[in-house]
Nanobody, 123 residues
Framework: VQLQASGGGLVQVGDSLRLACSVSGPIFVNYVMGWFRQAPGKEREFVAAITWAGGTPTYADSVKGRFTISRDTAKITVSLQMNSLKLSDTAVYYC?????????????????WGQGTLVTVSS
């Protein structure tokens, strides 16, 4: 499985942005797809995750109510809709895949990573 993230850019506080992660290669319904982010000088942190089969996603408290993760099985993509962006959302965003059952929030639990896409929120 290979992942390709896109959609980052420069936006202002309060704006919205949609990130997409294109998936190539074999993927199975038990895969977990996640979004993580890493701000300058900080560790990579969990943002959101969803199983490829669907079901209830899980979110970091910092983005709950503002971000929505979804997957499109026809287009084989995973998206992250980000609304009401804050300065603190500025980071490089990564999509990741976990080929095992169970939503997880730690980077070490994901074995496949795409390249990052930079999101910069300005005031």
């Amino acid at each position: 499985v290979q992942l390709q993230a896109s959609g980052g850019g420069l936006v202002q506080v309060g704006d919205s942005l949609r990130l997409a992660c294109s998936v190539s290669g074999p993927i199975f319904v038990n895969y977990v797809m996640g979004w993580f982010r890493q701000a300058p000088g900080k560790e990579r942190e969990f943002v959101a995750a969803i199983t490829w089969a669907g079901g209830t996603p899980t979110y970091a408290d910092s983005v709950k109510g503002r971000f929505t993760i979804s997957r499109d099985t026809a287009k084989i993509t995973v998206s992250l809709q980000m609304n009401s962006l804050k300065l603190s959302d500025t980071a490089v965003y990564y999509c990741a895949a976990r080929p095992f059952v169970g939503l997880r929030t730690k980077p070490i639990d994901y074995s496949v990573w795409g390249q990052g896409t930079l999101v910069t929120v300005s005031s």
